[in-house]
């Protein structure tokens, strides 16, 4: 197997047992596509706290929120789902996914 | 009767997922997964087994027989580059779960099929035969995507705890966490954008244990 291979395999294998291990929490916000417009999501709940016309509000609403929520952090996400960037999580690991 | 080897149970709630596999369906591919095992159902797909020594099309044809729902996207026939032919993968291997329904024992004429598309009608220029057949349209959006596929979920088999904007939501937090992991682990975005399909149904039968 390529090193390249190797390497993702064992990130893949260390991130499922990170998985496992850190189970759900409501601190956690996520900002996520509401057809045309932004919601602010707690994890876990089935209901948006706030519905935003515009990403930069609902994600500057999101910081604030898990910020007072002390020291959880925003998943931002693009409109296909997938994540744009993770605001807030502690520094050292993350590679390009991490904002500070 | 049934063929052999063929685990009934199993049989009603394997999902065979035939569509493109390149980097830009793959947004959409994920929604699918997501939105198909949070509805407890199981995909199945043909990547999901990497022996080279076995054919493509007998890797199918066997998905396609243990696979009691499935689901097409034909919404990518064309082809990938300026002057080369359309794919003809996924229209092909409609035609064979068709008539593996029409040909097939007990319980094979049980099967069911959803087709996606892009737009409403656009599939009547080049396909016209499948009219008739539950079509949903996606337009290339995955939210979208997601609430295509659970509603026909729901119709099909009666399947659908969450409506479509809570099962978007949770895959939203699915695949926040696995970014969240991956980063934690030393990945990075490419690692988590490029994560092949079967892992990543591994990854989301692991949250949704989790998260039920």
Redesign the interface.
């Known amino acids: 197997m390529a090193a390249q291979d190797e390497r993702?395999v064992a990130?893949?294998r260390?991130?499922?047992k990170?998985?496992?291990s850190?189970?759900?929490t409501r601190d956690?916000y996520?900002v996520?596509?509401?057809?045309d417009r932004w919601?602010v999501?707690r994890?876990?709940a089935?209901r948006?706290y706030r519905v935003f016309d515009r990403k930069a509000d609902a994600v500057a609403r999101a910081k604030s929120l898990a910020a007072a929520a002390r020291g959880r952090?925003v998943?931002v996400?693009r409109?296909?789902?997938?994540?744009e960037m993770?605001v807030g999580?502690s520094a050292g690991?993350?590679?390009?996914?991490?904002k500070g | 009767m049934a063929p052999d080897n063929l685990d009934i149970p199993r049989f009603c709630g394997n999902v065979f997922i035939n569509c493109p596999f390149d980097a830009d369906y793959r947004p959409l591919l994920r929604a699918l997964i997501f939105t198909l095992v949070d509805c407890g159902l199981s995909p199945r797909i043909a990547t999901e087994r990497a022996d080279s020594g076995e054919s493509r099309v007998d890797k199918i044809k066997e998905l396609i027989r243990q696979s009691g729902l499935s689901v097409h996207d034909i919404s990518r026939m064309e082809p990938l580059k300026p002057g080369d032919l359309p794919r003809f993968n996924m229209p092909f291997e409609l035609g064979l779960d068709l008539g593996c329904r029409e040909f097939g024992p007990e319980p094979l004429p049980a099967k069911r099929c959803l087709i996606l598309e892009t737009e409403p009608y656009r599939y009547q220029k080049v396909l016209s035969d499948i009219s008739g057949n539950d079509i949903k349209h996606h337009r290339s959006d995955p939210e979208t995507l997601v609430r295509c596929v659970r509603a026909w979920v729901v119709e099909t088999v009666g399947l659908g705890r969450y409506n479509g904007t809570v099962i978007w939501r949770r895959f939203g937090e699915c695949v926040g966490i696995l970014a969240a992991a991956m980063a934690e682990a030393g990945g990075t975005g490419q690692d988590v954008e490029e994560m092949p399909a079967p892992e990543f149904i591994r990854f989301v039968r692991e949250w949704k244990l989790a998260n039920p």
């Open positions: 993702r990130v893949y260390e991130a499922m990170l998985m496992r850190a189970g759900s956690r996520h996520i596509s509401h057809g919601a999501v994890e876990g089935q948006a952090y998943i996400h409109k296909d789902g997938g994540v993770i999580m690991k993350g590679g390009d996914i991490v």
